[in-house]
């Protein structure tokens, strides 16, 4: 089966600080009707908890519909707001949806929020090395700043002496 990882990577969107996906998306993967997906869902609603899978609101549809370029009707030709599904709700769904197809996806589908966590993990290592990097040279900086500073403190009143003085003399 020859599932572009790319496309997945592509509908995978951030809703309340979570990397989610939307039904509409799913079912099209899935290759089944949006409504089949949904009655699926709702026939098996107990295991799909509100941090598994809950209903967009419709300010928060309204602003992704305005990034993903979909239709200006309704919900998107649909009678309810979308269903919203978490990396754990993803998961569920292949044992409900019980085709080789759903199976399928979902392996793949979880490779890619695998993959998703380690690049976050790696840039949070990178930022953290980052910070390090950056407290070290500002004590760096400070040190040599507090020695210019003795230095200048030491050789201005030599140079202040030995001086003459220019200008006007009154």
């Given amino acids: 089966m020859d599932i572009q990882i790319q496309k997945i990577e592509k509908i995978i969107y951030i809703?309340?600080?979570?990397?989610?996906?939307?039904?509409?998306?799913?079912?099209?993967?899935?290759?089944?009707?949006?409504?089949?997906?949904?009655?699926?869902i709702n026939r098996n609603r107990s295991r799909f908890p509100k941090d598994f899978a809950f209903r967009i609101t419709n300010e928060k549809w309204e602003n992704l519909?305005?990034?993903?370029?979909?239709?200006?009707?309704?919900?998107?030709?649909?009678?309810?707001?979308?269903?919203?599904?978490?990396?754990?709700?993803v998961a569920i769904l292949s044992s409900v949806l019980k085709s080789e197809r759903a199976v399928q996806i979902n392996i793949s589908i979880m490779r890619i929020f695998t993959k998703l966590r380690s690049f976050l993990m790696l840039e949070k290592d990178?930022?953290?090395?980052?910070?390090?990097?950056?407290?070290?040279?500002?004590?760096?900086?400070?040190?040599?700043?507090?020695r210019l500073d003795d230095i200048d403190e030491r050789i201005t009143p030599k140079l202040a002496k030995n001086r003459k003085k220019i200008g006007l003399k009154n």
């Fill in 65 to 89: 519909r305005c990034q993903i370029g979909t239709s200006s009707l309704g919900h998107g030709g649909k009678r309810y707001l979308p269903f919203v599904f978490t990396e754990n709700g």
């Fill in 15 to 40: 809703i309340r600080g979570q990397k989610v996906m939307l039904d509409i998306d799913l079912a099209r993967l899935y290759e089944v009707e949006t409504k089949y997906l949904n009655r699926q």
């Fill in 126 to 146: 990178i930022f953290n090395r980052m910070d390090k990097l950056e407290q070290g040279t500002n004590k760096m900086f400070k040190i040599v700043f507090e």
